[in-house]
């Protein structure tokens, strides 16, 4: 199997001792089925059922990093065994566009895994992100910003509708969940905007009151107090997510309110995206950075080819597709004599390197699909 394809298989478990994983893999599959239109079933055994170590498929898709970090034997990656007061399960970061949830996700990590840039809903697909430690597990899920509901169906895209709902199943389906303010904005207002999250669970909620960095003390404290004054809402912790203050308190927050249980995935897994997930991603970041307000929305991008060669004298090939609405669209990413294309493509096979440790030849090519945003098929197809 190429890296960055998924292949994953399906199993039951009769022993009421693993209701959590068999949740894990309703949960999975469901997430399966709404980013993908490929058929794709996760494999999560019982510990008990394994006939031998050796055999045991492992929780897929799972994206080990191949760049040295991780680097654990297979024994030590083992996620099925651990001690009795381990903790495992799912928190979801919501929050409004550019409110920094992004950020806040890299800073827990301490890896970049979500693009961030400074427009909103940069952010499409529900990142799935897993941050491991010896005794817990936390798996977070990054989703797209919330957008203001509208009066008429019509005026959102089909787009912004997946989007939407990617944010409700992660809402629904958390252990607990961290809802992102921006700070600097009129706390009232932002409250009111966000009041149907607040409202739609009965799952654990901390306000994170982010970019703190831009407030006076006394600021913050007046927005903190707006916050408290939420039913639902357990605790409000202010951060800096870009200059990474307090991000500790929100991991122990979070943590805190993990079932016990064992781990879901490898310890050394960092997503659940393969890696042509995350190359694509990439790409659409720099077209967010490269391109005026409009176009940016206006691209998919979707990685064709992904061959790796093993040995340090090859580079992996890697083509990717950017797909625009119209045939403007296109002149503009490519630009004169292909010179922004060419900048773009510079800039992003920069970064694909770093992320993925190795070198690549990375070829784009600009294509036009009219109105995908729109288009229930189109979406399908680019995998939304
Ligand atoms: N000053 C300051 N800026 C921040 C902080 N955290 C994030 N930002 C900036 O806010 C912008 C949006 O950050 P993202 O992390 O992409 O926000 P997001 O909520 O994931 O955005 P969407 O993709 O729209 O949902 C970026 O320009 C970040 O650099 C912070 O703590 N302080």
Known sequence: MLRGEVL?????????QCRREIQALAFLKRIHRESTSARKELVIR??????QRSTTPKPGPVYVPSNGAGGQSDEESSFLESSPNHRAGYVAIVGKPNSGKSTLLNAILKQKLSIVTSK???TR????????????QCIFLDTPGVLRPVNRPEDRSKLDERMMRSVKLASRDADAMLVVVDASDRPEQTLAFLQPIFDSTDVPKAVVLNKVDLLFDKEVEDAAQVFRGVPS????????????RNVTAVEE???SHLPLGPALYPKDAVSEHPERFFVAEIIREKLFLSYGQEVPYCCSVQVTAFVEHQGTTRKDNIDATIFVEQESQKGIVIGRGGSALKALGTAARAEIEHFLG?????????????KWRKSEEALNELGY
Do not use: M
């Not at 019982?46 to 006939?51: F, G, S």
């Open 8 to 16: 994953l298989n399906s199993t039951r478990c009769s022993n009421p």
């Open 358 to 370: 190795r070198p690549v030849y990375l070829g784009l090519t600009v294509k036009v699909k009219q």
């Open 120 to 122: 909103a809903q940069t």
């Open 253 to 255: 927050w979070a943590v």
């Open 125 to 136: 697909h529900r990142i799935i992100a897993v941050h491991s430690e010896e005794d817990f």
């Open 233 to 244: 809402v357990e605790t409000v912790i202010p951060i800096s997510a870009a200059k990474q």
């Open 46 to 51: 019982c510990a008990r059922q394994r006939p």
